[in-house]
């Protein structure tokens, strides 16, 4: 059973065009998290959220939690190449001792 | 700071083999996490601990043994390979449960 949904899985756009991605549970996270993976290294995070409802910004990306803590988006404004990447959503399961579940990644392609 | 370090980085093992992948940080973390990813599959939790002799099960335990003897080390042990245990490996650390992960550059090991 996957417990966090990340659509879409592959996503191929050019630069200059926005996107939204999307990390979707039925589960209850205490923190949820957003990590960037380039070929050949591990994942880096890029923000945490942890209240309901919450928005953050970093630079170009916008994370948003959702209001009930089960799901969460990031939007990509003017997608550049270096945006190109695994983008993974994780999350702390309060259902499982809030132990990290990770979702398997949208694969995000910026075409120049 | 060299932050979470990983050998080997390449290894190639027979069947029935035995090896122990190799894990430190020097963060003075609390927190250190085995995962492998596979394709299709994200990241999956194998081993976690969080605390020097303190360890647990995660979500793929069988066939893998982890010690942590000292907050620096986490090594992950397999006791005898398996191709299904082909896979990227990655080590991570953490100030906690629901703080950010540093993740190492991963181990890649195949299982012929």
């Known amino acids: 059973t996957q417990l966090l949904e990340q659509s879409p899985q592959f996503l191929s756009i050019q630069e200059g065009e926005n996107l939204t991605v999307y990390c979707n549970s039925s589960s209850v996270f205490s923190s949820l998290q957003w990590y960037r993976q380039e070929p050949g290294e591990g994942p880096v995070l890029l923000v945490t959220v942890v209240t309901g409802g919450e928005v953050k910004k970093l630079k170009r990306l916008t994370f948003q939690f959702g209001d009930a803590r089960k799901d969460s988006s990031l939007h990509i404004t003017a997608a550049q190449p270096g945006d190109t990447g695994l983008y993974l959503c994780a999350g702390a399961d309060k259902n499982r001792d809030d132990k990290i579940i990770f979702g398997k990644g949208t694969r995000l392609h910026i075409l120049p | 700071n060299a932050g979470v370090t990983q050998t080997p980085k390449f290894q190639v093992l027979k069947t029935g083999q035995s090896m122990t992948l190799q894990c430190a940080q020097d963060m003075n973390h609390e927190y250190m996490s085995w995962y492998r990813q596979d394709p299709g599959m994200g990241l999956r939790l194998i081993h976690y601990s969080v605390g020097a002799g303190i360890t647990d099960q995660g979500e793929v335990p069988n066939g893998y043994n982890v010690s942590r003897s000292t907050t620096e080390d986490f090594p992950l042990r397999l006791l005898s390979a398996a191709p299904s245990q082909t896979s990227v490996y990655f080590c991570?650390?953490?100030?906690?449960?629901?703080?950010?992960?540093?993740f190492g550059p991963g181990t890649r090991l195949t299982v012929l």
């Open positions: 991570a650390s953490s100030t906690g449960t629901y703080g950010e992960q540093f």
